[in-house]
């Protein structure tokens, strides 16, 4: 009984399946489904129209980035789905992976600028960007510096 030859190849990429891979996005999808959400229907409440402009860049930019993260998380499974049969699995998870890493990247951007929208508009500009600041690095040392870290380590 032999192992499938693509299997194989995941086996020497070193770095599990596809159905890791599903199980990741899970993760992250939500949270930019979410941050989505609630961006879309801010500008339709009263109070949007009375915020600074500043404040409708920091919101513009936000929206953009938390699209983008919707755009490259999801990405992966509509091109798994338009391209079956794979003719090349280690390939594309080769692509998908950096997609979902270019999207968690976008994901971490919009929730930095989404905590400082938020928090400025309830505590002022500096708590804003102090707790966004708290945000950024909590995100660079558990998403990339913890990883690079164990990555060298295990």
């Known amino acids: 009984m032999s192992v499938r030859p693509d299997l194989e190849d995941e086996d020497r990429e070193g770095d599990g399946d596809f159905s890791d891979m599903l199980s990741e996005m899970r993760i992250l999808l939500p949270g930019a489904q979410m941050l989505s ?42 091109q798994h789905r338009v391209l079956r049969p794979l003719k090349d699995r280690v390939r594309f998870k080769r692509i998908a992976t950096r997609q979902i890493v270019a999207g968690a ?22 708590v804003g960007l102090a707790v966004a600041a708290v945000m950024a690095l909590l995100i660079l040392i558990f998403w990339w510096l913890m990883p690079a870290y164990l990555h060298r380590k295990l």
Do not use: C, R, W, Y
């Open 37 to 78: 959400a609630f961006l879309i229907i801010l500008p339709f409440n009263q109070g949007f129209s009375k915020i600074v402009h500043m404040e409708k860049q920091l919101f513009l930019a936000t929206f953009f980035f938390a699209l983008t993260s919707l755009v490259l998380l999801s990405a992966p499974a509509v």
């Open 105 to 126: 990247f976008s994901l971490a951007i919009a929730l930095v600028l989404g905590t400082d929208l938020v928090i400025s508009e309830v505590f002022g500009a500096a």
